[in-house]
T-cell receptor, first 115, second 114 residues
Framework: AQSVTQLGSHVSVSEGALVLLRCNYS??????LFWYVQYPNQGLQLLLK??????LVKGINGFEAEFKKSETSFHLTKPSAHMSDAAEYFC?????????????FGEGTQLTVNP | EPEVTQTPSHQVTQMGQEVILRCVPI?????FYWYRQILGQKVEFLVS????????KSEIFDDQFSVERPDGSNFTLKIRSTKLEDSAMYFC????????????FGPGTRLTVL
């Protein structure tokens, strides 16, 4: 069975500061990992994904994440926060075809960016 | 850019009534999904659909729920007799053939059961 844990339901940073959103996963097979962002009253938008290959993946809006198998982690980072980054962020795992590629989401992290 | 669309954006219904939530997936996608998000909780998988049949469903997806692809474009979720606890945001998603591809989500339908 697959699961995701996001540490910190709320993270607050200052504009220009480093953003670090934590995600740990559990999977019985090599996982596919995703970060989605949800702005108020909108759907889920993909930020980035890891499926195979390079473990450091870059996404939209300057975000990146590193897949660390030994730590079962896929933390999301951005060197310098912008006000427009304020949103809710969801980490998700899929076990590919072994589970019909259903996504299992974490609880979400609400990011606040202070001026 | 192609996108998943959902209608209505907000549906209010009385307990015990039937509701149908509609989705138009991206046209060349082959896999379709429904997820829900109860207010303040995480997004939960309901069902996946491929080749005109359910490929996987969660324990949430009981006999009160059904899905259908009535034509070449729409994908619907029906709740036969709504309960208060069905109040949630319902998201439709679709993806192309390979599981390496991400799922594309619609904007959601907020269902309120009174």
């Amino acid at each position: 069975a697959q699961s995701v844990t996001q540490l910190g339901s709320h993270v607050s940073v200052s504009e220009g500061a480093l953003v670090l959103l934590r995600c740990n996963y559990s999977s019985s097979v090599p996982p596919y990992l995703f970060w989605y962002v949800q702005y108020p009253n909108q759907g889920l938008q993909l930020l980035l994904k890891y499926t195979t290959g390079a473990t450091l993946v870059k996404g939209i809006n300057g975000f990146e994440a590193e897949f660390k198998k030994s730590e079962t982690s896929f933390h999301l980072t951005k060197p310098s926060a912008h006000m427009s980054d304020a949103a809710e962020y969801f980490c998700a795992v899929s076990e590919g075809e072994t589970s019909g590629s259903r996504l299992t989401f974490g609880e979400g992290t609400q990011l606040t960016v202070n001026p | 850019e192609p996108e998943v669309t959902q209608t209505p954006s907000h549906q209010v219904t009385q307990m015990g009534q039937e509701v149908i939530l509609r989705c138009v997936p991206i046209s060349n996608h082959l896999y379709f999904y429904w997820y829900r998000q109860i207010l303040g909780q995480k997004v939960e998988f309901l069902v996946s659909f491929y080749n005109n049949e359910i490929s996987e469903k969660s324990e949430i997806f009981d006999d009160q729920f059904s899905v259908e692809r009535p034509d070449g474009s729409n994908f619907t979720l029906k709740i036969r007799s709504t309960k208060l606890e069905d109040s949630a945001m319902y998201f439709c998603a679709s993806r192309p053939d390979s599981p390496l591809n991400e799922q594309f989500f619609g904007p959601g339908t907020r269902l309120t059961v009174l």
